[in-house]
């Protein structure tokens, strides 16, 4: 059966369903050996949890929804360095390879676009469905030396935290 997602904007009360699609969509990392288990009190997932909470009160975060499942993916945005940003990208295990990722980067594009002139973001490029998910869309690898303060500092919190530190890169899209 064929599922139509839509998009909603995320009300600043869903934190919970946020981390519930986030936490879901870890599960396709596992096997990788891309394994995040840190505390609730950990600093990086208390930096995390309140720039997520920041977007929401802000307007920008969106879900992709099943009408009958609710939430499926999440789409975390903001700014970084003044520009917009992606802060994070998830989408259910179950529901991967569905055309919900697209779903959520077309409509994170959207937003970036009325924003500034482009869209940055960070994830891990070893990962065969990473980098070249955003690659066929657009986005360009941005080398370590053109990265401005924030992004450095983003991208140096995620190496000293997660693991294949060495695999954390900066990508950009910039508007057409």
């Not at 050996?33 to 950990?42: A, E, Q």
Request: hydrophobic share 45%; no cysteine.
């Amino acid at each position: 059966m064929e599922h139509a997602f839509t998009i909603r904007s995320a009300r600043p009360d869903e934190l919970a369903t946020v981390l519930a699609v986030d936490e879901d969509a870890g599960r396709r990392y596992a096997p990788a050996g891309v394994v995040i288990d840190l505390p609730p009190h950990h600093p990086f997932i208390v930096g995390e949890r309140a720039r997520w909470s920041f977007s929401l009160r802000s307007g920008d975060v969106f879900f992709a929804e099943d009408a009958a499942v609710g939430p499926v993916g999440v789409a975390v945005l903001g700014r970084l360095d003044g520009e917009p940003y992606l802060d994070q990208l998830s989408v259910r295990l179950e529901y991967g390879r569905r055309g919900v990722g697209s779903l959520l980067l077309q409509q994170a594009v959207s937003w970036a676009s009325a924003r500034g002139s482009g869209l940055w973001l960070n994830t891990y490029g070893h990962l065969p469905w990473n980098r070249p998910f955003y690659e066929r869309r657009g986005f360009v690898l941005v080398e370590e030396q053109a990265w401005k303060p924030g992004m450095q500092a983003v991208v140096a919190e995620q190496r000293a935290t997660l693991p294949f530190p060495e695999q954390r890169v900066v990508m950009f899209r910039p508007d057409r």
